[in-house]
Each structure stands twice: as structure tokens, then as C-alpha cells.
């Protein structure tokens, strides 16, 4: 059974040989291969080469095209910092004063920007993988994307001091996602990864007035182009559990904060849940045995309807044993 095949017969709640291991590999991917990361963010060569490699590596079942925050920021007029050992920051977010959104413009996801370059990354990988590896693309989540935007700080002080922008706000948010989403589809990704962090630091009344609306309609527009939805919010969402599979995401990712006796009661048996072990203490500082077990509780307290990984991105510097024992875990498993 290729991963394609698998990842299919999961979300349609059909037999499949063994569990799926699909971790999210950034910095990792990069350094296993001794290559710059700002090279990597930056080039879809490297990116998608590296990527190529993973799938040598591991047993695992997706190319990821995942690598920093800021590919949208950048083209609407950011200005980013890169590093060679980690990803890039930006140092000053461009939409300065609310009024400025006025006149904010969409950038085209095909103008060769950052998001061009995502978008030849999925061309890229998609010739040389054709049909039998899922290629995950990613946008930003409307919360993410307006944090990018106005920074932390000043947009939890507009959540309080101006709803109504913070409305139009993420209205435009959506719109650029779905854009950049529904181009990286036409390019050859089966799966678009939806990062939205900062939605685990408001409260259930504020995600599910103001975030999760526009979180359904950029799963619905991804669903239309053709393409599965994984929802990916680091940090204790265990007050959002309920609301997550509301999104219509069919894979839900769930960081390590969360306690896993309290999946299942809150979000049913229907969503497929990834994770939720701990990146650094149940991976990179752990054992291979330990990475094993801890493994194996998530999948007996989720059940079959689980993907193997931990809660966040697998940390750089974590042994290539543990990685390996995470994989062959979910190998185990047929």
C-alpha cells in the first residue's frame, strides 16, 4: 500500500496496513543534510531535495513543503532576518497602523515571490514522487496570519480595543490563504497543512466567534480545489477541543500540552488525531525505547483513527535512532 493509498483508506474509514507517520520536519530536514536553513526556506530546490531524502531515510508518508511562518508576510512587504541554524524572523511587521489595511493588496501567489517558490517546490516534488507520496503545502491560518501582520502583542490588544478590524482583518487573512492554498493544490499537493498558533491564546468564545469562521471557509475552499485539510495549532487547546472538528479538517494535529485522556470524550471517534507526545522531552531528550512506548500510549488512548508524530515539529539535534523508532513504530503496526 503506497502513503497515498493509506492516508485515502484512513480518512475514509477504510482498512489500511499499518498506522501513518507523517512528523513535521523543518530544521531537521536541513541539517541531517549539513545544508543552510536559510538556504532552504529560500530555494525549493534544496527544500524539495531534502525532503526526497527524508523519504530515503524513514519509512514516513508525506513530502512537506513546510518551512517558516513568513512566506506570506514577506510578499505583502516584510522584512525578514535569516538564519543559517533556524528559520527566518521578521523584523518588522508591515501593517503598522490599522488604516493601512485600506489599501493593502493581495500579492499573487504566482508573482514570484516566497510563495512562488512554495508553489515550484510542490511542481518540484510532485515530478519526482508522482502519485504515491502525499505533498503537503501549507498556508497560515487566518489568526497566524494576522499575528504576522500586526505582530503579537498589538493584535491581542485590537482583539480587546477594536473587534471590528480585527473582523476586516482576518477577512482579508482568508482570502490570501485561500489563494495561496488553492495554488499549491493546482501544483501537486494532496494536503494543505493549516498553521494557526496564536489560536491557542484565546479564549473558546473568541475562537469560535472570530477565528473559526474563517478557519471553515479556507477548509471548505481547499476541499473545493481538491485537496485534504490538516489543522495544526501548537500550544493547550485543550479549551478548543470541542470546536476543532468543526473546522471540517480531516487530520488534527493536537501539541503535547493537551492531555490525551481528554481527546477522545471532547472531539469524538471521527477526527484523525496526530500526535500529541512531547517534541523535546518525548523525542529529542528521550530513548528510543521510550519514544516507542510513548508512541504506542498515544495510539491505545486515540485509537486506530491516529497518526504517528509528535505534538510539534521534530527538534534539530533529536538522534536519528529516535526518529527512527517513532517510524518504526507506526511500521509495526500492520
Partial sequence: MTPTERLRRLLAGETVDRLLCMPIFMVWAA??????????????????????????????DVAQLISDPYRETA????????YDDGPPRCLRPPLAEKTDLLGLRQPDPLGGGRMTDRVHGAQY?????????????????????????RGMT?????????PAFVRDLLDWTVELEIAFAQAQVAAGCQLIGIGDAAASL?????????????????????????????????????HLLALL??????????????????????MGPAPVVLGNF????????????????????????????????????????????????????AASTH
Fill in 75 to 82: 510578499d505583502i512587504g516584510g522584512e525578514l532576518q535569516y
Fill in 154 to 162: 498589538q493584535f491581542m490588544l485590537d482583539l480587546v480595543d477594536d
Fill in 31 to 60: 541539517q541531517d543534510a549539513g545544508v543552510s536553513y536559510a538556504d532552504y526556506v529560500r530555494d525549493y530546490h534544496v527544500l524539495g531535495d531534502c525532503q526526497l531524502r527524508l523519504l530515503e531515510l524513514l519509512p514516513l
Fill in 278 to 329: 512531547d517534541p523535546v522531552a518525548g523525542l529529542l531528550q528521550a530513548t528510543a525505547a521510550e519514544v516507542w512506548a510513548r508512541c504506542r500510549q498515544c495510539h491505545e488512548t486515540l485509537g486506530a483513527r491516529h497518526i504517528v508524530g509528535p505534538g510539534c515539529e521534530v527538534p534539530p539535534g533529536t538522534p536519528r535512532a529516535n526518529i527512527q523508532a517513532m517510524c518504526e513504530y
Fill in 245 to 266: 472538528p468543526q473546522t471540517g479538517c480531516e487530520i488534527i494535529d493536537l501539541d503535547h500540552l493537551v492531555p490525551l485522556e481528554a481527546v477522545r470524550p471532547a
Fill in 202 to 238: 484565546v479564549s473558546a468564545r473568541i475562537y469560535e466567534e472570530l477565528i473559526l469562521p474563517g478557519e471553515q471557509r479556507l477548509v471548505q475552499a481547499i476541499h473545493a480545489a481538491g485537496a485534504v485539510a490538516r489543522l495544526h495549532i501548537c500550544g493547550n487547546t485543550t
Fill in 125 to 149: 516534488l510532485r515530478e519526482r514522487l508522482g502519485e504515491s507520496t502525499p505533498i503537503m503545502g501549507w498556508v497560515e491560518g487566518p489568526i497566524a496570519q494576522a499575528v504576522d501582520l
